[in-house]
DNA sequence: GCCGATTATTTCAAGCTTAAATATTCAAGC
DNA sequence: GCTTGAATATTTAAGCTTGAAATAATCGGC
């Protein structure tokens, strides 16, 4: 995915035409937009570990629950992180074990358990974030505050303009 | 990483001032970016697997080799697709079994072997990457080919900027 | 030619990830 | 009350991923 070859050009489904540099334009934005994502996320998953022995996954769902004193559902979870159901139950086990997390009954529903940081969990997590701002700060410096928000309202427009499709 | 909460302001190392919400606005594009990818990367996955049988990585993978002929050797790869070297290995050995890429020493060298594409594994990928490419071009169609290049640029530039540092 | 450093790759353990299969519970409808 | 279908969560199998350690081959200085 971090390469796929440019010549190609696409068929719209739909017959329209357009043209082929259009689709390439795309194409290439993905690659770079993975590429980036990469780069991001394999700067942080290291210094998560090396300073605070946590992975990315961790502190992904720590993330999600931190925004959520509440608490949430597991399907909450994995749908916010968009990872699968099976997935949160490994990690939140592990927090649990580590007692970072807690699940508990809270409503009349047996099959749910709301899940929720521990006091433990949210000295760490607040530890992390604030190193973990940091470390963004400093990779993303080299893009402006007014085109980090341009670019964040193409993404999300391009987001919920496809999930209504879906 | 998905999440991270917004509130936190983060301490430049240089001593620089910066306004708390640049920080806010580059960690808002990150999570969208991450996002954005995670949305991609599933769509691709599933459909790959549902039409071809294929795996991301193995995608990945092809896609590195079909740009280069003579072939690459293994840490080439994993450079390329910014994955680890042990990765690689793994991904290529089922590669191997399949037989869509053949493991060849050419150079005089015995510590490396040029990975390529077999003709069937060419074959292959050619059909990927056209379903790919379309399959890219329908997700991100509601962003303007000139808006995905001046954000392709614009992450481009990032990266090289922070690898000059590192 | 030998030795230490470097380079390339593989192996391994732990953890992450998905998709599919399974189990459990709830909510209606009868 | 019982059944049925939907919702929720977990389990499983296969594969991916990393980082570190092990292995192997090469290179450079002597």
Do not use: Y
């Not at 696409?10 to 334009?25: I, M």
């Not at 592990?94 to 807690?102: I, Q």
């Amino acid at each position: 995915m971090v390469s796929a070859p440019l010549p190609a050009v696409a068929a719209r489904p739909d017959g329209k035409k357009e043209k082929e540099s259009d689709s390439k334009a795309r194409l290439r934005l993905w690659i770079r937009l993975l590429r980036a994502s990469r780069l991001i996320e394999g700067m942080a998953r290291e210094r998560l570990k090396a300073q605070f022995g946590a992975t990315l996954p961790r502190f992904d769902v720590m993330a999600a629950l931190f925004r959520k004193p509440d608490g949430m559902l597991m399907s909450e979870i994995s749908r916010f992180l968009m990872v699968s159901n099976g997935n949160v139950t490994g990690i939140v086990d592990r927090l649990v074990a580590d007692g970072l997390v807690a699940r508990s009954q809270r409503s009349g529903d047996r099959r749910t358990s709301f899940i929720t940081l521990t006091r433990k969990g949210r000295a760490a997590f607040a530890a992390m974030a604030a190193a973990h701002e940091s470390w963004i700060d400093e990779l993303l410096g080299g893009i402006s505050a007014r085109d980090a928000e341009q670019m964040s309202a193409k993404l999300k427009s391009f987001r919920s303009d496809w999930e209504g499709e879906a």
